[in-house]
């Protein structure tokens, strides 16, 4: 076999990721995610959307400013708006890239863009030449190649190339095809299309049919060299192609394909634990890689054959990719330097002493419940601490539950609404319910619980429970975190939480593409 070629890992977590309802993500947290996608050292991190809203922009910008090695990317439509908008955002970059695309299937230049297909390839020959003012690493996108008649794609692609695209994507948006046919597509693609060798072709491959990762390696195996992929498979209806799938499949594999990856793969767990506390969107246990069961094993047979030798039954190392790799960093004799200084290596920033002083006195009150804490534990403090350290309409003081056998559970707590406490009191099918219907008889927001999650963030039994609320009401949706070791003071931090975001009280959660 010749010389493994380089796989690009494109990410597109806090782009394409976000759009699954209830994601989007405040501009501190693309950014936490963002360093952790460095440190797993990510090829190109396609940090948002920059003409979709002012906080965007800033977001992307900001990525821009602090992500050194990997390199930032912007979507844009192919307009001009969007072009230039993309432009400035990542002007800061060490290495920038514009993302630019249009729809070139029938049933979306007719019925969507309303646009001939001359008009379609005019429109995509200016935006590439026009992102190349801006940097000589210009990406384009056939939306819905799928879709899309073959000749009319090799018309596009050629006179891109010809503009100055570096990179060609080929994505199945609507998640259609299946892997002989994707593959077929893309090796027919890279030989029709003339200057094809001049570039990187890539595929986006979206999860409908539960193809996207099998695609997407099929891809790889006709000549694509770069994958677009998310952290747990995040994204708009059935997610998209898995990161950790696609890089531990090439890696696995290897004898069936001549790539590999720059990806340190001991960040992988790291990374889709931080993902999944931030967006809301817990990771099934039976996930692969990542999931908590991954490497788990429960029959007498397999655990035999694990004990006799690890390989029987497993294809892959646990601790490889991160798992048992988060040490015991901090505990409660711990001081504020070693604090300060775990934070930092977890890529939290903190911006000033009044906040360090604040999170670390929830360190303490945490360590006096908790003998261990790990760096799950800081990473959902310090997401606690992004809402709780502003002035929102809601807050939290105390609580009181009671639950007995044949008696209706009870929840007494203490609220500050608007800087003044009050005490509510509710019954409740649940304790969690009763603190849900309390903390209501004084909201009266009218929401719509649409998801209720629990999950423990270490193992043991003092693990810190992280709970989940989203809510709905009058068309938006927002998510409401809280952690604590008692699961019912978590749900009640997480509705509360909610409903400040409902309010507008905490920072807006960024608008994704639409």
Not at 103 to 110: D, L, N
Not at 188 to 215: F, P, Q, Y
Not at 398 to 409: L, R
Not at 427 to 449: C, M, R, Y
């Amino acid at each position: 076999m010749s010389e493994k070629e380089t796989l690009i890992i494109f990410d597109t977590t806090l782009r394409d990721g976000e759009q699954s309802p209830g994601a989007s993500m405040t501009r501190e947290e693309k950014l936490r995610i963002a360093r952790q996608l460095e440190k797993m050292r990510v090829d190109v991190i396609e940090a948002g959307f920059a003409a979709a809203s002012p906080g965007d922009f800033e977001a992307v910008k900001g990525i821009a400013q602090t992500v050194r090695e990997s390199t930032v990317c912007s979507l844009a439509r192919a307009s001009e708006k969007d072009v230039r908008t993309a432009g400035e955002a990542i002007a800061p970059a060490a290495r920038g890239r514009i993302h630019t695309f249009i729809a070139t299937s029938p049933i979306h230049m007719e019925k969507k863009l309303r646009m001939t297909p001359d008009a379609v390839l005019e429109a995509a020959v200016a935006a590439v030449k026009l992102a190349r003012q801006f940097t000589d690493d210009v990406e384009f996108s056939a939306e819905d190649a799928v879709r899309s008649e073959t000749d009319f794609l090799c018309r596009i692609f050629e006179a891109v190339i010809a503009a100055g695209a570096s990179t060609i994507n080929v994505p199945d948006t609507v998640g259609y095809s299946l892997p002989e046919v994707w593959g077929a597509r893309i090796r027919e693609l890279i030989e029709r299309v003339k200057g094809a060798e001049r570039v990187i072709w890539s595929t986006h491959c979206h999860n409908d049919l539960g193809m996207a990762v099998a695609n997407s390696l099929a891809a790889v195996q006709a000549g694509a060299r770069q994958v677009e992929c998310t952290i747990n498979g995040l994204g708009e209806r059935a997610g998209n192609a898995s990161l950790e799938e696609i890089v531990m499949a090439v890696r696995t594999r290897a004898d069936l394909f001549n790539v590999t990856t720059r990806l340190d793969i001991s960040q992988i767990v790291p990374a889709s634990k931080l993902v999944s506390q931030i967006t809301g969107y817990p990771v099934q246990p039976n996930k692969a890689i990542v999931g908590a069961n991954a490497f788990a094993h429960e029959s007498g047979i397999h655990q035999d054959g694990v004990l006799k030798h690890r390989e029987t039954y497993e294809i892959m190392r646990a601790e490889d990719v991160g798992w048992g790799a988060n040490k015991l960093v901090l505990g409660k004799l711990s001081g504020r330097n070693a604090f300060r200084t775990r934070l930092e290596e977890l890529g939290i920033a903190i911006e000033s002493e009044a906040q360090l002083n604040q999170a670390f006195a929830r360190f303490k009150e945490l360590a006096d419940k908790k003998s261990e804490i790990f760096d799950e534990d800081l990473q959902a403090l310090m997401s606690d601490e992004e809402v709780t350290s502003i002035n929102e309409r809601f807050r939290f003081v105390a609580a009181c539950f009671h639950s007995e056998t044949g008696e209706p559970p009870r929840a007494e707590l203490t609220l500050s609404v608007d800087g003044k406490e009050t005490t509510c009191r509710a019954t409740g099918a649940g304790p969690v319910d009763a603190a849900f219907q309390a903390i209501e008889s004084v909201a009266n927001s009218g929401a719509k619980l649409l998801l209720y999650s629990v999950n423990a963030i270490t193992t043991g039994t003092d693990a810190q429970g992280e709970v989940t609320v989203r809510l709905s009401r009058d068309g938006k949706v927002t998510n409401g975190q809280g952690a604590d070791t008692d699961v019912i003071v978590a749900s009640a931090k997480a509705y509360v939480n909610a409903l400040n975001r409902l309010y507008g009280g905490v920072p807006n959660k960024l608008n994704p593409q639409v």
